[in-house]
């Protein structure tokens, strides 16, 4: 059968023609959103410089994940620019075209060492790695246990992969286990973040592996706020819990926090990392990471493990900075200070600001309705005397807008 189409007059339309503009529910979309406190684009504002240079123009970040100032080290600078200019400005194609260079293989053999792990697989990105990690480890016969802390990457991994899923209360292990008891699906995989990445507490992953492994199912550990922060040297919370390489259990971590670059890695046997070659989409579709960061991560990594002493020092300045701003606990390098209401979280953080101090405001859908806060990431290159301003202007912050 031959297919009729309209000729080119045919299908365009008169100028005017009184045309509609299909998008103009966007405009009272976004006024519903900002009657509700929680438009972004105010606080989405433009960030002068590297965070070097925010702290030449007397701000203080304690807003980004560069937890160990890593982003700025001259020595990671000068491996990601060494790495540009050996290997271009762009991988140039997905891994599995030409996008592998010598740098991503030597790169993941050295986080494989670090982590524990016989091999690790590098993607683009932490979000691309949990997407394409959850998505080739479960499918439609498969049932996933999602703990309810889930980073979003987590939980969208969970969405794609049309698994069955289970979303338990956070840290919920009795929850976990009656989850995978006696469950009718072919496998089972159990999903959680190492350190919850809002409020930065730890989860019980010890527990959470023997829950998994009495009942025969696989851990994904996501170790994003982890990795430079807890565990020896820094290799995180599964090698804190002293399961590196342990059966059944999948790391994921980034380079785009401690590691001050970009990227995502996924760490395991040396048979996930050939699984997820053949089958993680976001892995095969996507083109390679860009060789200046993983240049400058491989850097950063190298600089992290010639001084292990540098996670200690950042959770004992966690410790400190919690204590002087009245914060529950540090866990992690990560505090969260929690206000409430939206607009009185967007009103605490401007006063933040307003005062140098660059502090990050999460709202829903990014925290529970109810409880927006104040997020404040500390770093290792900030003084005592830095994170007490800190903590003493946040203090104020919260007191003006009632939260205390
Ligand atoms: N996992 C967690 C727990 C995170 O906090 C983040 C970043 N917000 C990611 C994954 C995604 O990592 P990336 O930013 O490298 O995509």
């Known amino acids: 059968m031959t297919a009729?189409?309209?000729?080119?007059?045919?299908?365009?339309a008169p100028a005017d023609a009184g045309r509609t503009d299909p998008l103009?529910?966007?405009a009272a979309e976004t006024a519903a959103t900002a009657a509700a406190g929680l438009h972004r684009a105010p606080i989405?504002?433009?960030?002068?410089?590297?965070?070097?240079?925010?702290?030449?123009?007397?701000?203080?970040?304690?807003?980004?994940?560069?937890?160990?100032?890593?982003?700025?080290?001259?020595?990671?600078?000068?491996?990601?620019?060494?790495?540009?200019?050996?290997?271009?400005?762009?991988?140039?194609?997905?891994?599995?075209?030409?996008?592998?260079?010598?740098?991503?293989?030597?790169?993941?053999?050295?986080?494989?060492?670090?982590?524990?792990?016989?091999?690790?697989?590098?993607?683009?990105s932490g979000y691309l790695?949990?997407?394409?990690?959850?998505?080739?480890?479960?499918?439609?016969?498969?049932?996933?246990?999602?703990?309810?802390g889930s980073h979003a990457s987590l939980i969208d991994g969970c969405r794609l992969s049309r698994a069955q899923v289970v979303v338990v209360p956070r840290g919920d292990v009795q929850a976990v286990r009656a989850a995978l008891a006696g469950h009718a699906r072919?496998?089972?995989?159990?999903?959680?973040?190492?350190?919850?990445?809002?409020?930065?507490?730890?989860?019980?992953?010890?527990?959470?592996?023997?829950?998994?492994?009495?009942?025969?199912?696989?851990?994904?550990?996501?170790?994003?706020?982890a990795l430079g922060v807890r565990g020896p040297g820094g290799r995180g919370v599964v090698a804190e819990a002293g399961l590196s390489g342990a059966p059944g259990l999948v790391v994921t971590t980034v380079a785009s926090k401690s590691l001050g670059a970009q990227g995502g890695i996924v760490a395991g046997p040396a048979l996930l990392r050939e699984h997820l070659i053949d089958r993680a989409r976001s892995f095969i579709f996507d083109t390679g990471l860009n060789p200046a960061a993983v240049g400058a991560a491989h850097r950063a990594l190298e600089i992290l493990r010639a001084d292990p002493g540098l996670p200690q020092r950042l959770r004992a300045s966690a410790d400190l900075f919690a204590r002087a701003a009245g914060a529950e606990v540090s866990e992690s390098a990560v505090v969260s200070l929690i206000v409430g209401d939206p607009a009185a979280a967007v009103a605490a953080a401007q006063y933040c600001r307003d005062r140098g101090i660059l502090v990050g405001c999460f709202r829903p859908p990014s925290v529970p309705a109810g409880t927006?806060?104040?997020r404040v990431t500390v770093r290792a290159d900030l003084s005592a005397a830095e994170l007490t301003r800190v903590a003493e202007v946040v203090d104020t912050a919260l007191r003006r807008v009632g939260a205390r």
């Open 24 to 26: 103009a529910w966007l």
């Open 186 to 225: 072919r496998r089972a995989l159990v999903v959680t973040d190492s350190i919850y990445s809002i409020d930065g507490r730890c989860a019980p992953i010890a527990e959470l592996y023997d829950a998994a492994q009495d009942f025969g199912a696989t851990l994904l550990v996501d170790e994003a706020h």
């Open 372 to 374: 927006s806060r104040l």
């Open 44 to 124: 989405a504002r433009r960030c002068d410089g590297p965070a070097g240079d925010r702290s030449q123009q007397g701000l203080v970040d304690v807003a980004s994940n560069d937890y160990l100032g890593l982003s700025t080290h001259p020595e990671v600078i000068a491996a990601g620019q060494g790495a540009l200019a050996r290997w271009g400005a762009g991988s140039t194609s997905s891994r599995l075209v030409v996008g592998t260079t010598q740098a991503h293989l030597d790169f993941e053999d050295a986080l494989a060492d670090f982590l524990g792990t016989p091999a690790a697989l590098l993607f683009s």
């Open 129 to 148: 790695a949990n997407v394409g990690a959850i998505t080739a480890l479960a499918g439609s016969e498969d049932l996933i246990v999602s703990d309810g």
């Open 4 to 12: 009729v189409y309209p000729s080119v007059e045919q299908q365009t």
